[in-house]
């Protein structure tokens, strides 16, 4: 195994003492789950180690930040081991000590990982079995096992437990992924929701962020910022920071900085210093950019097309065009950014709160210039993520001050420069062309999607003339050949992509349910062959009791679904619309998921609603105010995240899918919020909405319209 790998096994063996050691070993390819466009790298290792003292420590590298799988990954191997959950101890997301991993994001840990992780398990068993059956005398078949404790069927007496086998033992087994795992009718553990191993530390304040780390002799820092993206410094006078007491000066390579051993006098040396600064002219706004999106964009490129469009389209009774816009959208962790970086004889350490360990360790190696073997990524909890906590500029600042001064450095962004220094979810435009026959059936769908990206673009109706197309960004949102189409930094934000195609795709299909004089469940199951989002659908109605009728009834019921991260996800919403101000009140929300089997029913629960809640964000208020690469949003003042009395009543209804593998919890129920208020709203209005955000003034503006009109 090379050093940017991870930790070779003999070295791993030795760090971890006695004990059972289970290496998981996948080929390329073979870490695929459900999803063919993801798979693990191939040097992919999952380690688990049985100790003397009976107590399994697992080893992801995977990170916690609020969504759960710190104990949903100690629940899948208490699982296939046959270990009481209590005696499991997790360690994730350090470099050192875990498997080598892409990152957490994507909804990706239990579908992609959880495999891996139960293989290893399963595999763990069957050789503690095998030596218990050579310590007792007797055929594995005469065993049993059951909170790690090895007897004899039919004589408890003669019992072992797996602490005594791994006794003064280093096993090493390679894992294949045909490793026998259990059945879902044989879960005793998957399934449940036991109290949250992370619970009693996060109630009681005693958790750990990377913000509290803490290091002997450390620094705190403090960096001089721009005061728009793309501006170029003219002058500058550090004379008035320098010479206070106890202030370390750094000005090396753009960056500029002020350390202190108190972090307050490092904030008051950063006030002395003088800079001059040429802001270049800004050319778009959020009411221009827009038109610049798909003005610069690249050529399209087609994802899928069926049939002949051109002739749908001039045969169609009726065509629909409408174009769909939302704006950029901050990620607003209530959790800035933080690092502590320490380096002592050449190894450099670094404490970040970062989703990708791992991608970090080895930005960190080439910025420092090391060899990844002599970088170490530690991350703690994390205050949230959503995203935004992927490109860790923070542990690269913190990293190359503890290189610069030979001390350890903590870098921690303020709100200010956490929105400043923020990866947006990327302002997008969808145009869509749709038509349907005189019998209402969908004949025609022409889709074209600027800047959001493909996740979620392919609408899952069947449609006999359809052409999907694509430009401007990756599937998770980054920009890839055109740096400079947005005034600064975009990257992935929670379902990136899939939020804006929903919105889109699900507000085209409801208007033309109504242009049909349709209902709109009947209208989609009237298009839908899929058996598994037929279920959903129906489970969601069943349990919202909708009522069919031809939008806009007045009612205020909306209806949205969408296929994403594996899972099939239907969500039904009333809501209560002020017509005289535009005011949107979300009264209830109803949410279906199919995500296979579930590890957690309630930590899958409570996902959904989080994703809900949060959805409310982009759906009623988050857009960026900016002017050019000047960011005008800087803290919750002006950019408002969703309130707790915004959150309606949620019901979520986990449609029983045991035959499929578990799928995608944390991101599926947020794409769909977007389009169902949308919905929702103009089963109200009347008022059909384009933009996200639907703020009251849009809506207001978009209610006085159609009385105009």
């Not at 019992?159 to 045909?178: D, M, P, W």
Request: glycine share 10%; proline share 5%; hydrophobic share 45%.
């Amino acid at each position: 195994m090379s050093p940017s790998h991870g930790m070779s096994r003999r070295g791993f063996l030795h760090l971890v003492g006695g004990g059972i050691v289970v290496f998981v070993g996948l080929a390329p390819g073979a870490g695929l789950s459900q999803d063919a466009s993801r798979v693990y790298p191939e040097d992919f290792n999952a380690y688990l180690v049985i100790g003397k003292n009976g107590r399994v420590t697992v080893f992801s590298g995977k990170i916690e930040m609020g969504q759960g799988v710190l104990t949903s990954q100690a629940q899948m191997v208490a699982e296939e081991l046959d270990v009481a959950l209590a005696s499991i101890d997790m360690v994730l997301g350090d470099t050192d000590k875990c498997p080598a991993d892409m990152g957490t994001f994507g909804s990706l840990t239990t579908r992609m990982f959880g495999p891996a992780l139960r293989a290893a398990a399963a595999q763990a068993r069957a050789e503690l079995m095998a030596l218990a059956a050579q310590k007792l005398g007797v055929p594995p078949d005469r065993l049993s096992v059951k909170d790690g404790i090895v007897s004899v069927t039919g004589d408890p007496t003669r019992r072992v437990s797996y602490g005594e086998l791994s006794a003064g033992a280093s096993i090493a087994r390679t894992v294949q992924t045909k490793a026998f795992l259990r059945s879902a009718s044989e879960f005793q553990v998957i399934g449940d929701s036991p109290k949250r191993l992370d619970g009693l530390e996060k109630v009681t304040g005693a958790s750990i962020y990377a913000a509290d780390i803490r290091v002997r002799g450390m620094l705190y820092a403090r960096i001089l910022r721009p005061p728009a993206h793309g501006a170029t410094l003219l002058r500058l006078d550090t004379s008035g920071a320098e010479h206070l007491p106890g202030v370390t000066l750094v000005n090396r390579d753009g960056l500029i900085a002020v350390l202190h051993a108190d972090p307050e006098a490092a904030e008051q040396a950063l006030a002395r210093i003088s800079a001059q600064w040429q802001t270049p002219e800004a050319t778009v706004d959020p009411e221009s950019i827009y038109d610049r999106l798909v003005s610069q964009a690249d050529p399209l490129k087609t994802l899928t097309h069926r049939g002949d469009v051109a002739a749908a389209r001039a045969s169609a009774a009726r065509v629909f065009e409408a174009t769909y816009q939302k704006g950029y959208v901050a990620h607003a962790a209530l959790e800035p950014h933080a690092a502590v970086a320490e380096i002592k004889e050449g190894r450099a350490t670094v404490w970040a709160s970062t989703q990708t360990p791992f991608p970090t360790r080895d930005r960190i190696a080439k910025t420092l210039g090391l060899d990844p073997k002599y970088v170490r990524v530690i991350t703690p909890f994390l205050g949230g993520g959503f995203g935004g906590k992927s490109a860790d500029g923070q542990a690269l600042e913190a990293a190359r001050l503890a290189q610069i001064t030979g001390k350890a450095v903590q870098v921690a962004w303020t709100r200010a420069e956490e929105f400043f220094n923020d990866t947006f979810d990327p302002a997008s435009v969808v145009k869509v062309v749709s038509g349907i026959e005189a019998d209402g059936r969908i004949s025609l769908w022409d889709y074209v999607v600027y800047s959001a990206g493909e996740r979620g673009a392919l609408a899952c109706y069947d449609i006999p003339n359809a052409r999907f197309r694509s430009t401007g960004s990756g599937s998770y949102g980054a920009t890839v050949s055109q740096p400079t189409l947005h005034p600064f930094a975009v990257g992935p934000w929670r379902g990136p992509g899939a939020n804006m195609n929903a919105f889109a795709i699900e507000s085209q299909i409801d208007m033309m349910a109504s242009a049909a004089g349709d209902d709109p469940l009947a209208f989609r199951l009237r298009h839908l062959t899929d058996t598994r989002m037929r279920r959903v659908l129906q489970a969601a109605a069943d349990a919202f009791g909708w009522q069919a009728a031809v939008p806009p009834s007045r009612r205020g019921f909306g209806l949205a679904c969408n296929i994403d991260a594996g899972t099939y996800v239907a969500t039904m919403a009333e809501v209560e619309v002020n017509h005289a101000n535009g005011q949107v009140k979300v009264v209830r929300m109803v949410c279906a998921q199919d995500m296979g089997i579930v590890v957690n029913p309630e930590g899958a629960k409570m996902q959904i609603e989080g994703g809900i809640t949060m959805g409310l964000g982009y759906t009623l208020a988050e857009e960026l105010r900016f002017l050019g690469g000047d960011i005008l949003d800087q803290n919750f003042g002006t950019y408002e995240i969703p309130r707790f009395s915004w959150v309606p009543r949620i019901e979520v209804v986990l449609v029983k899918n045991d035959d499929l593998a578990p799928q995608g919890g944390g991101e599926p129920p947020i794409t769909t919020t977007g389009a169902v208020i949308a919905n929702a709203i103009f089963d109200a209005t009347g008022a059909r909405m384009f933009r996200l955000p639907m703020t009251a003034d849009r809506v207001n503006q978009a209610i006085t319209r159609l009385s105009a009109g």
